[in-house]
């Protein structure tokens, strides 16, 4: 059984912050700025555009948790 630990914080589309989507966020970033092919990406988390390569080709928007 896993225990949701909110944050106390919403997100800017009115959600509660949930650590594990925090956490989940910041591996998801980590990995693709690993990817070359990836010249920015967006989440719920980060709804603002993160240069991660500036030689990629591509942006990704992602959701951590909810697909």
């Known amino acids: ?3 949701v630990n909110r944050l106390g914080t919403k997100n800017q589309f009115g959600d ?3 650590d594990m989507d925090v956490q989940t966020d ?3 970033y980590a990995s693709l700025k ?3 092919a990836v ?3 967006l989440s719920e988390e980060r709804p603002y555009p993160t240069i991660l390569n500036k ?3 591509y ?3 992602f959701d951590p948790i909810d697909g």
């Open 1 to 3: 059984m896993y225990i």
């Open 55 to 57: 030689q990629g080709e």
């Open 39 to 41: 010249y920015q990406a």
């Open 59 to 61: 942006i990704v928007t």
């Open 26 to 28: 910041s591996l998801i």
């Open 34 to 36: 690993k990817c070359n």
């Open 16 to 18: 509660d912050k949930i």
